[in-house]
């Protein structure tokens, strides 16, 4: 993590009110309004659905392809590796991570895929020592039966009971006969070689698309959930819910969540049969929980309400405010992060609520970022928790490096060790701010929609995407990881709002610096 100016920050205490929710039953009817056609499907979504053309891939010229990528590090500080061919054309974006002891996998949308007809565009990534080194995967494979890979990737990793060590990958998915679907692939050798995809049957639809699937592996089990937003041809869209006791090979019917949404995330309770949904409307966070391994859902109820998606950042094509959730397994509590402009005119700010009761109850969200209301813009936030430490870690993108219009992006971290009662001061984890909308050539969005990290030994990894001017051989933003501690009283950038410059010189005053002056 580079050194910052320090500047002092107030520790955010999460207040004590809270928020009840039903008793779990079975989902029962009780329709929202459909969202009109389109709206709210992941970018990767619309190409998949035929809505928008496939991109075409433009491969600069020049260096040789590499592939293994020996501790490359091209950005200005030690800590952001790059994890994809440097010379890979176009965007490896909207990250995904997943660590088994030495192992690391990343997953990102990877524009390259498009080349193929039909299209491949999950990429991805692998460490096989802990990420000192990374190998470019290239791309998911496909049937070669005319099906398709439509990346939006989540990736999710387990040890069974003989410490076999499973990485499992979910993507949107186009059958050979052209239905809607979602699918998953499964490596044993860490990330090495994937099998599949195999598809998620309880999603396959002639007429229904599925999009913006998240996954989860319950630690005792290794049952495997995906949920998805279901959008139908007409009527109301809805959350949806499914899960394998095979790793993908079979699936459960599908449980339908009776509210509208996006982004919704699955977590498995590795202490209990519970499992955990939230999702966002817009306006709302909200929440579903199963007491019985995903066998029923509680009607959903919203934990937070009156949000604002945040403005569109500086440089970037697309903005939300999805959660993202994490369980930490000592205590056992559960941690909901998003992103809201709740105090505008800026931008917008990051939030955090808890359960300390399986989801009965949750604390008011609380704002993390530095200047709740008085900065430029914080978005995607993710949680993670580290089993070993008892932290919690929330990291995000944050433009408050830089000033007016400018487009200045960093990624940022706070961490809390006593389940989020006090964070620290929020904390560079990139090694320099870069510019968000630099290679930015197409309408796609060039940051993604997510990016994550997840917590190990007290060692923080985090999967991103930035620019780097620097890498010729690129045009767009490329897939990061920084490894850095996941402790320390978090420092922040000085921003210089103005300059001065005052002739006193003995010379004639006029405005220059002349031989024999000096600058103090």
């Known amino acids: 993590m580079p050194r910052r100016v320090l500047f002092a920050c107030l520790t955010a205490f999460v207040a004590a009110s809270l928020i009840s929710l039903h008793p779990e039953s079975a989902v029962s009817a009780g329709k929202e309004p459909a969202f009109p056609p389109g709206l709210d499907i992941s970018p990767m979504g619309k190409i998949a659905r035929g809505d928008e053309p496939i991109p075409q891939v433009v491969t600069p010229p020049g260096a040789p392809r590499l592939r293994s990528l020996a501790s490359m590090r091209l950005s200005a500080g030690t800590s952001d590796i790059l994890v994809n061919a440097p010379n890979a054309p176009d965007y490896q974006t909207e990250t995904t991570i997943a660590k088994n002891g030495d192992w690391i996998v990343v997953g990102y949308n990877d524009y390259r895929g498009f080349a193929f007809s039909p299209p491949r565009v999950s990429g991805y990534a692998y460490s096989l020592d802990g990420g000192a080194n990374w190998t470019d995967g290239g791309q998911m494979p496909s049937l070669g039966a ?91 869209v809805t959350m949806r819910v499914s899960y394998s006791d095979d790793l993908g090979l079979t699936w459960s019917p599908v449980s339908v969540l009776t509210s509208s949404g996006q982004g919704s995330v699955p977590r498995a309770d590795g202490n209990s049969s519970n499992v955990y949904l939230a999702w966002t409307t817009g306006s709302s966070i909200m929440f579903s ?71 009965g109850t949750f604390s008011t969200p609380v704002a993390i970022n530095a200047s709740p209301g008085n900065d430029r813009a914080q978005f995607y936030p993710w949680v993670c928790t580290d089993a070993s430490t008892g932290g919690v870690n929330v990291m995000w993108y944050d433009q408050r490096a830089g000033i007016g219009s400018s487009d200045l992006t960093e990624l940022v971290h706070t961490h809390s060790l006593n389940d989020g009662a006090t964070w620290t001061c929020p904390a560079a984890l990139s090694d320099a701010p870069f510019h968000a909308e630099a290679g930015n050539t197409t309408s796609q969005p060039n940051l993604g929609d997510y990016i994550q990290c997840v917590s190990d030994g007290g060692t923080l990894y985090s999967a991103f995407g930035k620019t780097d001017l620097r890498s010729w051989t690129t045009y767009s933003p490329d897939a990061y990881v920084d490894i850095s501690p996941g402790t320390g009283e978090g420092p922040a950038p000085l921003v210089i709002n103005s300059y001065a410059l005052v002739d006193t010189g003995c010379t004639t005053a006029n405005g220059f610096i002349e031989p024999g002056e000096t600058i103090g």
């Open 146 to 236: 005319g099906d398709a890979i439509y990346g939006d990737p989540d990736v999710k990793t387990w040890t069974d009971g003989s410490n076999t060590r499973y990485f499992v990958y979910s993507s949107i998915y186009i059958t050979g006969s052209g239905n809607s679907s979602l699918c998953v692939f499964v490596s044993t050798d860490g990330g090495a070689t994937w099998a599949g995809p195999r598809e998620v049957t309880s999603a396959t639809s002639a007429t229904n698309f599925a999009d913006k699937e998240f996954i989860d592996i319950d630690p005792e089990t290794g049952r495997l959930f995906i949920s998805w937003t279901n959008f139908p041809p007409a009527g109301s």
């Open 289 to 359: 929980r199963s007491t019985n391994n995903g066998a029923n859902w509680s009607i959903p109820l919203a934990i937070a309400s009156g949000l604002s998606s945040p403005m569109n950042p500086y440089g970037v094509d697309r903005i939300g405010n999805s959660p993202s959730m994490a369980i930490e397994p000592v205590s056992d509590t559960i941690f909901i992060t998003y992103a809201s402009r709740n105090l505008p005119p800026d931008f917008g700010d990051i939030y955090i609520m808890s359960s300390g009761d399986n989801g």
